[in-house]
């Protein structure tokens, strides 16, 4: 009798921190390209929220049409890819020089994107369907499989592009052109095309998280802008110019928003995970990782 | 221009929502103003501005619903204390310390501000939660109540007036030219020995002050002050409004509000592009941002009147044809 209420205690926190590993995982996918465009441009992307909807709409058009959910899954990056790579060749490349311009361009890309998105759903909420449902039981506790497939998705991509990154040519000339722009393209690196690439890239991580997250939001236009301004903060509490500096700041800021609400009320939770990141970006301003590396 | 918006509500007349519509974007304009003070004035990009506008609005329908009380005399300079102190703080805390902010780190403080303070208000039961506050007391003088319709729209055009003076005078006193070197070239004011920071903190406060007076006409106009009147929808509407008109310029923003607001007025009735409007919204600032820093309208506004003048004026001076 004993025992088993004990287990179920153990179970409740074992959930508790499994349901807190999701949430980071969401935030860390979406951080990631987020944090790699800051990075290497220095610019924030308003309109990264609209790309994690894209993502979403592109799972959403492919099932509605009858074809496979995993398709879906695999193509939204492809498309982000894509749309990314042209929105950096005629609007982004622009901004460049100025960061507050860029903040204000991606911000009317996104509202463009959103308000077509919202006109295109009338308005309404789409569910969309989890492509693995049911739980998967572990010494007696259940794990959603979905959100065990995003753990593992996430703990993937961030390998893979770390890996990218540190082992790779094109990782190397990447992390070149962070550290020196001027010096990179004197050693006959295209930082232009890099440039579009990266913002490509970051784009195409936006779209993966779209489709992945979709099954566990509602689709609806403002489904990315509910965790840009978190990710904006992540992005700022890891520090700009790194690789892990983002990871780290949305695991701190993902572990902070799914946890607070167990220990303070759920209404003061959610303002209060902006005012402690901010109190943290203020004190510490570099970030948490300060060595300029990707 | 001040002619065109003594003339309006009796051109309006009959039509009640017009006039409605005008006093709304009177208010709205102040917000603009706000907004022009941090970004065209001082170079800090706001991201937050309607939450000075919102808490203040919040303030005044409690102190309408709690105490009872709404006499213009002491309730609008509530609503500026409010705005300036928040403001103030926010200043405090994002601006001043031992080094200074990136221009980035303070435009995500005030757009994560306005985020929060939305997030709390929609779930705190005490101001109304999600729904907000409704059926405000109504803004008094003495015994005189002001409705919706021409007494209101009066008064919104007083204060919007006094408050482009106001930011006009700022903007041509020695602080303004001190903003206007600073705007140029910050580390070599700061080589001067000015305290940029503490100057960017103060006009920050101070357009943190005309927010919430606007924030108070709002609230008392429409009767309802809700969650999404704080938020960063809000916000990044008055930059929209500023950018359109042309920053810098102070009567570009008024400008830009009134073709913005005025503009979707007349589409909402047009269902075809009702739909796209906002996209349509989107595709214009876009074009603004890229291509013509100076606003949509600042063709029509004179260089002089954006860049500003300093000093004595020549005696002939006139300026710019653009007043009020």
Known sequence: MRRSVRCDVMSIEVKLAFDVLAFISVMVLIVLGLGIIASMMGIFNFAHGEFVLLGAYTVYLFESSGLSAWAGILAAPVVLALIGLVLERTVIRRFYAAPIIAMLGTYAIGLVIREIVRGLLGGHYKSISEPLPGVLTVFGVDFSVWRTVIVLTTAFIVAATWLFLARTSVGLQVRGSLENPNLARACGISTTTLYAFTFAFGAALAGLAGALIVPLYQLSADIGTRFLVQAFLSVMLGGVGTFEGPVLGAAAVGGMAAGLPWLVIPVLADPLVFVIALIIVKLRPQGFITQGRL | ?324
């Not at chain 2, 017009?18 to 304009?29: G, K, P, Q, R, Y």
């Not at chain 2, 319709?149 to 700022?170: E, K, P, S, T, W």
């Not at chain 2, 503490?198 to 002050?225: D, N, R, T």
């Open chain 2, 1 to 324: 221009m001040l002619l065109v918006a003594l003339v309006v509500p009796f051109a309006l007349g009959e039509r009640t929502d017009l006039v409605t519509l005008a006093t709304n974007v009177l208010i709205l304009s102040l917000l603009a103003i706000s907004f022009d003070l941090c970004w065209g004035l001082s170079g800090i990009m706001s991201f937050g501005q309607a939450l000075f506008f919102g808490v203040a609005g919040y303030v005044i329908a409690l102190v309408g619903r709690d105490l009872e009380f709404s006499q213009l005399w002491a309730v609008l300079p509530l609503a500026m204390l409010v705005g300036l102190l928040l403001a103030g703080l926010f200043a405090a805390f994002l601006l001043l310390g031992r080094k200074p902010p990136t221009i980035i780190f303070v435009a995500l403080g005030t757009l994560t501000g306005s985020y929060a303070a939305e997030r709390l208000v929609s779930g705190w039961q005490y101001v109304g939660a999600g729904n907000g506050l409704s059926s405000i007391k109504l803004l008094q003088l003495g015994t005189y109540e002001f409705v919706e319709g021409m007494a209101f729209y009066f008064l919104a055009l007083i204060v919007l007036v006094l408050v482009y003076l106001g930011a006009r005078f700022l903007k041509q006193s020695q602080l303004g030219l001190v903003l206007a070197g600073m705007r140029q070239n910050e580390e070599r004011l700061a080589f001067f020995g000015y305290r940029v920071q503490l100057f960017k903190a103060l006009v920050f406060s101070l357009a943190g002050m005309v927010a919430g007076l606007g924030g108070a006409l709002y609230s008392y106009h429409q009767g309802f002050i809700g969650p999404g009147n704080m938020g960063p929808g809000l916000s990044t509407t008055a930059v929209i409004y500023c950018l359109f008109g042309g920053s810098g310029t102070l009567i570009g923003p008024v400008l830009g509000t009134v073709a913005v607001e005025v503009l979707t007025y007349v589409l909402a009735d047009i269902d075809a592009i009702k739909r796209i409007w906002p996209v349509v919204l989107g595709l214009v600032l876009l074009a603004v941002v890229m291509f013509q820093p100076k606003g949509f309208l600042g063709l029509l506004v004179s260089d002089r009147e954006r860049i500003g003048s300093y000093g004595r004026r020549r005696p002939d001076g006139q300026d710019g044809g653009s007043g009020g």
